[in-house]
């Protein structure tokens, strides 16, 4: 079975090129296939987002050409302020 950030994962690889072409740099907030959110750190797009959706919940991908920027699956993760 496919997880949902699995799926938002593909959804960002099947879409790169175009979302490069609006938000190259930015970190991405992605849920349900869509883009939720941009930012310019990863951790302004956790902190931000985690205060209207479940951690976990939505993946977040540094918006760069090629693979050198994917991101790691996190089940869980714990943000400090």
């Not at 496919?2 to 959804?11: A, G, I, R, Y």
């Amino acid at each position: 079975m496919v997880s949902e950030l699995e799926k938002d994962f593909k959804w960002y690889k099947d879409h790169q090129k175009e979302l490069v072409a609006v938000y190259n740099g930015k970190y991405l907030v992605i849920k349900d296939c869509a883009v939720i959110g941009n930012y310019d750190s990863e951790l302004q797009a956790i902190q931000e987002t985690s205060k209207k959706h479940k951690l976990g919940s939505f993946l977040v991908q540094k918006c760069e050409p090629g693979s050198d920027s994917y991101t790691q699956t996190y089940h869980s993760r714990v943000v400090f302020n």
